[in-house]
């Protein structure tokens, strides 16, 4: 190369060189020019005069040097610079140089002595400013990158598209206790449950065509830590080259998250179960009340009765959280809703130590009350002015198990000579079969010539006869 | 007491007398919807035992010596108990059972999960149906 950079000192070019001097003359991309051994400019191109912005009348005869940024010039890298061409036959560097105006340029520049040292250099600088910036971008990317990667709670890493690790964060090497070298390749496959492998590796065929790999698996904490599960992404980093790069995901511990999903789950599946069960026992009194209604009617009354006490029990058990009811609550609710102010005027009397019951036992107590209460009101103590009635209970135990005595007593009745055969049906088999089969109470219900007097004796858990 | 009231209105057409001579047994905690699966039931010709409320109870009656059972009708949920120690009983003496449940099959677990299992409020013709699945394989 250096023979056809032949310059002439002189202006005038020798003829076989015409061709080579206009190429050069008409560069414009690459600055060209020529110094004396001293750096004094001897010709100097048009790229030369766009890129630094001397004309070549204004430098030809004067130093070159000037292209130098002020520090260069004061560490005498110019010198340097052509001493080490001198030397080696070429300087090449990549540095900051000036121009005339003051602004600086990234440029790549290339020393070269001519044929005949003594007749000095030729110098071809190519700004680079660009390339200079992107990388300079690149490099505070990746720098952006690190400090994210290793910065943040989830474990990061890079990826082949087929799994095969090419790096992890310190926090994946911090939690699983596996090294970088030991997770390279598969070998995080490791700190995977056993039982989530498979999934794992089949998600990444699944990934390659959706160019998005999503997995939830359990990663083990330590050697022989516990499995926390972690939802693991991971996305091509440049999704322009089909999928070849490399990917980079994260893993971020969704443990706790699905402990709180799986409770949820219960609860739903809980919460699905009463209503359904409440909408057959629905079912089951909307059927009964029907075969013991003589009309349609009576049907609507009794129905829309015992669809009352439900929904009051439901108000009660949502209030208690469906755990123990008190019973006193439970009580109150049905005789406020048939009592119309008798519990203020002292007709009915509630007395008893405060207890609590079993939430499910809550709806049918709440629905023999109601029958009790209903019966009262239509022909008992309720219906006549006369009549008083007086709930109480206290702690009572039969023979195997502690539990609470239920008393209701009506007085000053006069019952109708046909009163216990009419109320013989739902209310009754209510207190005589249901009670029993279903809480295990014991119960007597008498229709007396004064009123009725039902007694319920509801086995409890020793827990709750202790109560104060 | 339900015997006094079992006049029938007609007005659910499930087959009348479609489980003819079949005895089953029921387990159901709720008084009023074991009464109402025994009537349904009966009213298709089936001979009943039970209801059982409990665990304890209808392991009680299989022990006692109940004669030989065509099939049995499970509540899940029995006062905070499972059915499921009943269910292996069952399964040890070859009964094979329909859930009767207001869980869905995602809350019932292994190996019971894959058992015939009717919603609640149970609809009879869908239990009757259920019934004659088991009883056809």
Known sequence: MSQGLNLPVKPQPAPQDELFEHLVESSTDFAIYTTAHDGTATSWNIGAERLFGYLATDIIGSSADVIFTEEDQAAGEPRTEREGAARHGRAANERWHRRRDGSRFWASGSLVPLRNPEDGFVKIVRDRTEVYRANAALRANEERFRLLATSIPQLVFRTRPDGHRTWGSPQWIDFTGLTLEESVGLGWLDAIHPEDRLATQEAWEEARERGEYYVEHRIRRGAEGEYRWHQTRARPVDPGRDGAGDWVGTMTDIHDLRGLQDRQGVLLAELQHRTRNLLAVVQSIASQTIRKSPSLTAFRNEFEGRLQVLSRVQGILARSDHKDIDLRTLLDAELTAHGDGALETGRITVEGPPVVLPANSAQAIALAVHELATNAVKHGALAQDSGRLAVRWDFAADETRPGVLLEWNESGVAMPEDASPRRRGYGTELIERALPYQLRAKTRLEFRPDGVRCTILVPVRAREAESP | ?137
């Open chain 2, 1 to 137: 007491m339900m015997n006094e009231v079992s006049s029938s209105t007609g007005q659910e057409a499930a087959p009348p007398d479609g489980l003819r001579g079949r005895r089953l047994l029921v387990v159901e905690d709720e008084y009023m919807i074991a009464m109402e699966l025994v009537r349904t039931l009966e009213e298709q010709g089936a001979e009943v035992f039970g209801p059982a409320g409990s665990v304890e109870d209808a392991l009680g009656l299989l022990e006692e010596g109940l004669p030989p059972l065509d099939a049995a009708v499970l509540d899940i949920n029995l006062r905070d108990e499972r059915v499921y120690p009943v269910a292996e009983a069952l399964a040890a003496r070859g009964v094979p059972f329909v859930f009767a449940t207001g869980y869905d099959s995602a809350a019932i677990p292994a190996p019971y999960s894959s058992a015939p299992r009717c919603e609640k409020p149970v609809d009879r013709a869908q239990l009757a149906r259920a019934l004659a699945r088991i009883w056809s394989r």
